[in-house]
């Protein structure tokens, strides 16, 4: 169990909350996320039913806000009309990004083609209602900057950021935040790296929960709770206050998504 530390508050920026793995016990999730000092936590949308389940747990928990589209593996089935559905669910105020959007040519679970128009479309929705986007890049670094150059639009996060230092830092200069996730608790050089020379004020934590837990719970379920292990990693490598860093990568993801209290 993750001990608490007084006066902390920590900010999980991604995970998936309606995930089946939460089906049996999400409020004692929620509960043991909130024990731990996770004040604010954002449940990502995955597609059209995704986004509307993760905005009605908005409303069941007052420490969840959501970001709503279409993920690269879902492409395939993308249309134009979850658009306009994703227009009117914006219109809520725990509404906070759009994604999880971006590319993914490592599972290739959609056809390549088809998350290219997807993450335009999300691109161009996220820009006209002026939100923030949560990307999601997994070998095809080269490709997504590109559209995103293309679209010139530069606002949100990436996030569990698995890439080299080089296009981390071209994310930043364009106006990005990196989200790191509890990868950096396994071994991490290449990630070790990246964060040693990113500026603190661009940068986010994050579970990716259910998946991705960090060491020590490395293999089980994860959950918003953890979130603390990878502060912890990342204060390690800094040689940083763990408090100093939870108030940074906290204001950084209220800043972000536009988070006001």
């Given at each position: 169990?993750?001990?608490?530390?007084?006066?902390?508050?920590?900010?999980d920026?991604?995970?998936?909350?309606?995930?089946?793995?939460?089906s049996?016990?999400?409020?004692?999730?929620?509960?043991?996320?909130?024990?731990?000092?996770?004040?604010?936590?954002?449940?990502?949308?995955?597609?059209?039913?995704?986004?509307?389940?993760?905005?009605k747990?908005?409303h069941?928990?007052?420490?969840?806000?959501?970001?709503?589209?279409?993920?690269?593996?879902?492409?395939?089935?993308?249309?134009?009309?979850?658009?306009t559905?994703?227009?009117?669910?914006?219109?809520?105020?725990?509404?906070?990004?759009?994604?999880?959007?971006?590319?993914?040519f490592?599972r290739?679970?959609?056809?390549?083609?088809?998350?290219?128009?997807?993450?335009?479309a999300?691109?161009?929705?996220?820009?006209?209602?002026?939100?923030?986007?949560?990307?999601?890049?997994?070998?095809?670094?080269?490709?997504?900057?590109?559209?995103?150059?293309?679209?010139?639009?530069?606002?949100?996060?990436?996030?569990?950021?698995?890439?080299?230092?080089a296009?981390?830092?071209?994310?930043?200069?364009?106006?990005?935040?990196?989200?790191?996730?509890?990868?950096?608790?396994?071994?991490?050089?290449?990630?070790?790296?990246?964060?040693?020379?990113?500026?603190?004020?661009?940068?986010?934590?994050?579970?990716?929960?259910?998946?991705?837990a960090?060491?020590?719970?490395?293999?089980?379920?994860?959950?918003?709770?953890?979130?603390?292990?990878?502060?912890?990693?990342i204060?390690?490598?800094?040689?940083?206050?763990?408090?100093?860093?939870?108030?940074?990568?906290?204001?950084?993801?209220?800043?972000?998504?536009?988070?006001?209290?």
């Amino acid at each position: 169990m993750v001990s608490s530390k007084s006066n902390v508050i920590l900010f999980d920026s991604h995970c998936h909350l309606t995930d089946r793995a939460y089906s049996l016990n999400l409020k004692e999730v929620i509960n043991r996320a909130k024990d731990t000092g996770v004040k604010y936590l954002l449940t990502a949308g995955l597609n059209r039913s995704d986004s509307k389940n993760s905005l009605k747990l908005c409303h069941e928990f007052d420490s969840i806000y959501c970001s709503i589209g279409v993920h690269p593996h879902d492409a395939d089935k993308f249309s134009e009309s979850e658009l306009t559905e994703f227009k009117i669910l914006s219109k809520d105020n725990r509404v906070k990004a759009i994604g999880e959007t971006g590319l993914d040519f490592f599972r290739n679970y959609s056809k390549p083609e088809n998350q290219e128009r997807a993450f335009r479309a999300q691109i161009d929705l996220a820009k006209e209602l002026n939100l923030p986007m949560v990307i999601h890049i997994r070998d095809a670094y080269p490709q997504t900057m590109k559209i995103l150059k293309e679209n010139g639009y530069f606002k949100g996060v990436l996030h569990c950021y698995s890439g080299d230092e080089a296009f981390a830092q071209e994310a930043i200069k364009l106006g990005f935040y990196i989200s790191i996730s509890g990868s950096i608790t396994y071994d991490g050089n290449k990630l070790k790296s990246v964060i040693k020379q990113m500026p603190l004020d661009r940068l986010m934590i994050e579970t990716d929960a259910p998946y991705l837990a960090p060491v020590p719970n490395r293999g089980k379920r994860n959950e918003p709770a953890f979130v603390r292990y990878t502060l912890q990693t990342i204060a390690q490598i800094l040689n940083k206050d763990f408090s100093s860093l939870a108030q940074i990568t906290t204001d950084n993801a209220k800043r972000c998504f536009g988070i006001q209290d």
